[in-house]
């Protein structure tokens, strides 16, 4: 009887644990969805990812990284980092972990961190709502040294449908009723030269862009270097960030084609106009020709 009592107690305890752990991860996505779904729509990572990433490197927000730095994606230093530091066990013994102001610095980061290290490129020539792909992606760019990094976050997002967030419907409350308020993440973004950038689609304008991505159209003009009057055609490359003062180390120069003009093959590198005439001796009266040959980098 004692026995008996004694598994009855264990199973007991098991079950409780496994109620604690599912209550603290729910509670974690109550939390937490909303902005996840925000990094989603302004660098184009799935929002199932980062929760799960968030839920699996914090414990749901409880670790000692998580607790005491504000750290939910077990980043580590790195030699660009400048900010707080702390140390804990990992890979190795005192490993240098990043420290953040708040949760919300942490998301960022993590967002950052993914979009700005090449390792990370191909990631972002997947679809959004492609969870698996995204979570087999990261184990294989080395994300994390755990075999089974990958299935751990397939498991999360589907045993609390994280998945549902990819696709642009949830509520301010994190809840699945029908009739929640919903967003639309119409646009894929991509990245070039280490920078966001979507494609206008036929009868779309800046102002569509820029709402949907919580940007004005004045930082839309001002960092793909167009002026009030621009009208983009279908296909146009618009970044929804500043580009940069050279292209990416896989390009080195350009030859200009037929209709090309300085500022179309800025766009096509993600390279700002300044740097790139500098490079090439030219000013704002140079006109090129084609067949002409252009260092971009």
């Known amino acids: 009887m004692c026995k008996r009592l004694g598994v009855l107690f264990v199973l007991s305890m098991l079950q409780f644990a ?37 839920l699996l490197e914090s414990d749901a927000g409880r670790s000692m990284l998580a607790v005491e730095g504000n750290n939910h994606f077990g980043i580590k230093c790195h030699s660009d980092w400048t900010g707080k530091r702390m140390y804990h066990d990992d890979d190795r013994r005192d490993d240098c972990f990043r420290v953040y102001k708040s949760v919300e610095g942490s998301f960022e980061d993590h967002s950052i961190f993914l979009t700005t290290h090449s390792r990370y490129a191909s990631l972002f020539d997947l679809k959004p709502t492609d969870y698996k792909g995204w979570a087999r992606g990261l184990k294989k760019a080395g994300y994390a040294t755990n075999p089974a990094y990958a299935e751990k976050l397939i498991e999360i997002i589907e045993r609390y449908d994280l998945d549902r967030y990819d696709k642009g419907s949830f509520s301010l409350f ?50 793909n270097e167009i002026d009030r009057g621009y009208v983009p055609e279908p296909g ?52 090129i020709e084609v067949g002409n040959i252009l260092e971009v980098r």
Not at 180 to 188: I, S
Not at 192 to 213: H, Q
Not at 253 to 281: A, C, D
């Open 18 to 54: 496994a109620y604690a752990q599912d209550n603290a991860h729910q509670q974690y996505i109550n939390k937490y969805s909303s902005l996840a779904v925000s990094q989603m729509k302004k660098y184009g990572i799935p929002a199932s990812i980062t929760l799960a990433q968030g």
């Open 174 to 223: 994190a809840t699945a009723d029908k009739d929640q308020d919903e967003t639309v993440f119409a646009h894929q973004p991509y990245i070039s030269n280490k920078i966001l950038y979507v494609r206008i689609n036929e009868g779309e304008s800046l102002k569509d862009i820029a709402k949907e991505f919580d940007l004005t159209r004045m930082k839309l003009r001002r960092v």
């Open 236 to 287: 146009s490359v618009i970044y929804l960030g500043r580009k940069r003062a050279k292209a990416d180390k896989k390009y080195q120069f350009h030859t200009v084609r037929s209709g090309e003009s300085i500022w179309s093959i800025s766009q096509l590198y993600g390279v700002r106009m300044k740097p790139l005439m500098r490079r090439n001796n030219l000013d704002e009266n140079s006109q």
